[in-house]
């Protein structure tokens, strides 16, 4: 049993065992914590998951709703993965669950993850909750998070990512993704691609469930304009991609609730994603962290900056050694920015003796250095790549900030 917090925690992202769902589910079940609570929500995808769950708690919190959400992983602290109407569990209440199931997580073997999800449903078991927004892991159909049974489900897009968990080729990754279509359900997507499309209309047609597309928006100037049914909204200081993931949080909104459009316009605009083209002050200048972690993602960050019409950009970058970063470093370097590419402390991390030099690819060991460097040459710098290595630079980010201020 544990008396501090960071014990615990510690003790908790230290457990990687390795179990099937079914498994998981038997301990649930064990512990008689519900998989089926009221109005769940499950969203899945590439990129753009956890910008879809804030949105989609914004607009229902703005409407009276009261929500919780589960997103992953974390990028300020363990407790930001369990929610309530955007205010994560509390020390106090985190250490009582780690402790109340101590003993099945030694008996049963629990991954980190697992543990995750077994205290979100056993904490939002114990609450008076209108909405429950779960965001999966990795992939879908053996996620952890779908033991749930919602009342929704969503995907944002498929692309490649994780590849050495969910399989080699889209089609594969497809077949996982989609495995959260739960029968006689309802299910969302803002994916675009045809072929992708196409399939997810085959599992829905298998399943008995009603499938929804939020159709392409086109957006081609800063700021980003776009409408929703009769709403109009306006999104500053935001990446591109955002005015996808809002219109599918919307489009969901509208299934299960009245929208009033005054509230909605409010709660998508007011509402920010930390991580995903976040400004924040460093010394006499700004910069900008995203959490582009693949190449679908790296995509979207160069159109923002396309759009945006941002010049002598340069960027900082690291990422862990199982994405495709030379895929990444080729998009980047391509479209003309100086690329910073660094390391940082996780064992997973790149390798950055196997990268040999480059144009404009400047090698550094410390990010710190990058940054220093970046912004006396005047950049316009964008930190991005791993959302452990963004967690570690932006906490770095906002620490000077604070000695300034002092």
């Known amino acids: 049993m544990f008396t501090q917090i960071e014990e615990a925690i510690e003790y908790i992202e230290s457990k990687r065992n390795k179990r099937d769902i079914d498994s998981f589910r038997e301990t649930l079940n064990k512990c008689h914590i519900l998989m089926k609570q009221k109005n769940m929500i499950h969203i899945a995808g590439t990129n753009g998951k956890g910008s879809t769950v804030n949105y989609l708690r914004s607009v229902l919190n703005a409407h009276g709703y009261k929500v919780g959400t589960f997103t992953s992983p974390y990028l300020i602290c363990h407790n930001d993965r369990i929610r309530v109407d955007d205010e994560p569990i509390s020390d106090e209440d985190l250490l009582m669950y780690i402790n109340r199931y101590y ?41 952890k998070t779908n033991v749930i049974d919602p009342v929704v489900s969503a995907i944002t897009n498929i692309g490649l990512d994780h590849q050495e968990q969910l399989g080699d080729n889209i089609y594969d990754i497809i077949n996982e993704k989609m495995g959260i279509i739960k029968p006689h359900q309802m299910f969302i997507t803002s994916e675009t691609t045809g072929t992708i499309l196409a399939r997810l209309q ?44 809002a219109r599918l949080a919307l489009t969901i909104a509208s299934k299960l609730i009245t929208l009033d459009s005054v509230k909605a316009t409010s709660a998508i605009e007011n509402a920010s994603w930390k991580g995903r083209y ?22 979207a960050l160069i159109q923002t900056l396309r759009v945006k019409n941002e010049e002598n950009v340069s960027i900082i970058f690291s990422c862990l050694k199982d994405k495709n970063f030379d895929d990444m470093l080729d998009l980047m370097l391509k479209e003309g920015y100086t690329v910073y590419l660094t390391s940082f402390n996780d064992e997973r991390a790149i390798d950055l003796s196997t990268f040999k030099p480059r144009p404009r690819l400047v090698i550094v060991n410390s990010f710190i250095e990058a940054l220093n460097t970046a912004c006396v040459k005047k950049s316009h710098v964008v930190i991005t790549g791993s959302l452990h290595f963004i967690s570690k630079v932006r906490k770095y980010l906002i620490d000077q900030n604070k000695s300034l201020i002092k």
């Open 103 to 143: 003993d099945v997580i030694e008996e049963d073997g629990l991954s980190m993850f697992e543990i995750d999800v077994l205290i979100m449903l056993a904490y939002f078991q114990s609450l008076d909750l209108d909405y429950r927004i779960i965001e999966t892991g990795i992939g879908g159909l053996n996620d």
């Open 202 to 245: 085959e599992q829905c047609d298998a399943q008995g469930a009603r499938m929804y597309v939020v159709p392409e928006y086109q957006v081609s100037r800063y700021p980003f304009h776009f409408r929703y049914r009769d709403m109009a909204f306006t999104l500053n200081n935001q990446g591109i991609y955002q005015v996808t993931n």
């Open 278 to 299: 976040e400004a924040l002050p460093y010394h006499e200048t700004t910069v900008e962290i995203d959490g582009a972690h693949n190449v679908p993602g790296i995509e």
